[in-house]
């Protein structure tokens, strides 16, 4: 089993930052993928940004975040970050880290195990 716990979202406005981290533990951390992904009101869960958990590969974005979200890792901590700027409203959403298998299962959503989500609302 891991575990997985988000922090850091809130109420921000349109065109400022936030930060989340994802505090992971349970089993060997190395074996997997992990990332982020997000749900909008009445949208499907769409993928974010992540990587494999040993860095390899590099990292992996969703389309609509390329260029304004970066995904890092801190693997002393076991725990991952998703640093969130020029938001928009349309990033209003429910965030929720995710491990799974390989990078493509997560890029896939063939996901293991979530996060309970952590709220991000951009207000204009």
């Known amino acids: 089993q891991v575990q997985l716990a988000e922090f850091g979202g809130g109420s921000v406005q349109a065109g400022g930052s936030l930060r989340l981290s994802c505090v992971a533990s349970?089993?060997?951390?190395?074996?997997?993928?992990m990332g982020w992904f997000r749900r909008a009101p009445g949208q499907e869960r769409e993928f974010v940004a992540g990587?494999?958990?040993?860095?390899?590969?590099?990292?992996y974005y969703g389309d609509s975040v390329k260029g304004r979200f970066t995904y890092s890792r801190d693997t002393s901590k076991n725990t991952i970050f998703l640093q969130m700027n020029d938001l928009k409203s349309d990033d209003t959403a429910v965030y929720f880290c995710?491990?799974?298998?390989?990078?493509?299962?997560?890029?896939?959503?063939?996901?293991?195990?979530w996060g309970q989500g952590t709220q991000v609302t951009v207000t204009s």
């Open positions: 349970g089993k060997d951390l190395s074996v997997y993928a």
């Open positions: 995710a491990a799974t298998g390989t990078i493509a299962d997560l890029r896939r959503a063939q996901v293991d195990y």
């Open positions: 990587a494999a958990w040993h860095g390899g590969g590099g990292n």
